[in-house]
């Protein structure tokens, strides 16, 4: 498994900006899916965002619907970390952000295909 600590979350007003890290520990950093997932007070765990190695030098970006064109997430492999950046931020967007590391590069919005995860930092969008 993989060692993830995430840091970055805090509490922002609506329409404010936020950047996530997650830094992990492995020596194949570049090839592991790298995902971003968050888990609202009541409501069950939900993707965000993912970015896989698609071979050589090239990697992929997906996003669920409700944060695309919000949300970035991208990739350090020389530092082996991975950022979310969370622009026009909702108070829906409100909850535990986890970030999580497969070995697989499909199905990457199942939280299932992901067998490390981090701890979790907060994120509170006020309005």
């Known amino acids: 498994q993989v060692q993830l600590v995430e840091s970055g979350g805090g509490l922002v007003q609506a329409g404010g900006s936020l950047r996530l890290s997650c830094a992990a520990s492995?020596?194949?950093?570049?090839?592991?899916?790298m995902g971003w997932f968050r888990q609202a007070p009541g409501k069950e765990r939900e993707f965000v965002a993912a970015i896989t190695w698609g071979g050589a030098s090239t990697y992929y970006a997906y996003y669920a619907v409700s944060v695309k064109g919000r949300f970035t997430i991208s990739r350090d492999n020389a530092k082996n970390t991975v950022s979310l950046q969370m622009n026009s931020l909702k108070p829906e967007d409100t909850a535990v952000y986890h970030c999580a590391a497969s070995k697989f590069n499909t199905n990457w919005s199942a939280g299932t295909m992901y067998d490390s995860w981090g701890q979790g930092t907060q994120v509170t969008v006020s309005s």
């Open positions: 492995t020596r194949t950093f570049d090839t592991y899916t």
